[in-house]
């Protein structure tokens, strides 16, 4: 029987983990649990890298294409699912792997999540709408009268976390601060992290090659299909994705423009070069595999 333990493989974009995750689960009896933002979303397959039909019918892959981009996925749901699902990996006697680069999903897993309020779609919209008039950073400027902590870690050009920042505030009175600090810091069960870190000039040159490979395997066309057939906007957490982000701003400014962008256009000059900082070891397959081997014994 395998230990309750659980384990995580996080990484930058094009860091190799899903690839090694593949390998593992060919020497382990293991299930990958996704810790990804954007893979959450039916439809978005080319711009998240979505493990293929194949690799998910030969390995169980779990917090994949939960709901369509036009729905928010909040990082409250994420965490009562993945604790849902990696207590059903144990019950099986089999190991939960957690794959993925979303560090605000892994944080709130390690460190517990705040009780915060439901999104509110009507505060939102009104956000949005003042957002529209005024710009991002005028709604900076703002929280950071009522939350100047929060408004010092938050970028003036971050529309989501200024929106949900401001919405706390306006739902509870509180600023949302205030509230993160008395979170619960107990992690659900025992998790062990391992990192991919590449050198820098190794990443990027792996990031290029993935958006390129991206844009030929349809992105473009992937955006477009999905502004079709859901009445999406570019402020829905789907549409602020890294990649599809860029793509829609392409689609807005040219939408009758026949070739695609490129990794040098400058919409998509914002693809990641690198993610939030991880404090793990590093990570192989072997090293990985002897791990959970003196784990499980």
Same mark, same amino acid.
């Given at each position: ?112 999540? %705040?009780?915060? $309020?439901? #999104?509110? *779609?009507?505060?939102? &919209?009104?956000?949005?709408? =003042?957002? /529209?008039?005024?710009?991002? +950073? ?119 423009? %026949?070739?695609? $962008?490129? #990794?040098? *256009?400058?919409?998509? &000059?914002?693809?990641?070069? =690198?993610? /939030?900082?991880?404090?793990? +070891? ?16």
């Amino acid at each position: 029987m395998v230990s309750k333990r659980a384990f995580a493989l996080l990484g930058p974009t094009a860091s190799g983990k899903s690839r090694l995750a593949l390998e593992l689960a060919a020497r382990l009896p293991l299930e990958i649990v996704s810790v990804d933002s954007a893979q959450v979303y039916r439809g978005m397959d080319i711009g998240t890298a979505k493990p293929g039909a194949a690799d998910r019918a030969r390995v169980p892959h779990h917090l994949i294409d939960v709901l369509d981009p036009d729905q928010a996925y909040s990082v409250g749901r994420w965490r009562n699912e993945a604790v849902e699902v990696v207590n059903g990996i144990f019950e099986k006697n089999k190991i939960p792997l957690l794959v993925g680069g979303t560090m605000l999903y892994y944080r709130a897993l390690t460190s517990g999540l %705040a009780e915060l $309020p439901e #999104a509110d *779609s009507e505060v939102r &919209a009104e956000l949005d709408a =003042s957002a /529209a008039r005024r710009g991002w +950073p005028s709604l900076h400027a703002e929280l950071a009268k009522v939350d100047p902590e929060a408004a010092l870690r938050i970028k003036p050009n971050d529309a989501h976390r200024i929106q949900r920042a401001l919405e706390v505030w306006k739902l509870t009175g509180e600023p949302l601060s205030e509230i993160q600090r008395r979170s619960d810091t107990t992690p659900p069960f025992a998790l062990q992290a391992f990192s991919l870190v590449p050198e820098r000039d190794e990443l990027h040159a792996r990031i290029a090659a993935r958006f390129g490979a991206m844009l030929a395997a349809g992105l473009v066309e992937e955006v477009r299909s999905l502004k079709s057939r859901f009445a999406l906007h570019p402020a829905l957490p789907s549409m602020r994705a890294v990649g599809y982000r860029q793509v829609w701003e392409f689609l807005e400014a040219s939408p009758r423009r %026949a070739s695609s $962008p490129s #990794a040098s *256009s400058p919409g998509c &000059a914002a693809f990641p070069r =690198s993610s /939030a900082s991880i404090r793990a +070891p590093p990570c192989s397959a072997s090293a990985f595999t002897r791990s959970c081997r003196r784990r499980a014994r």
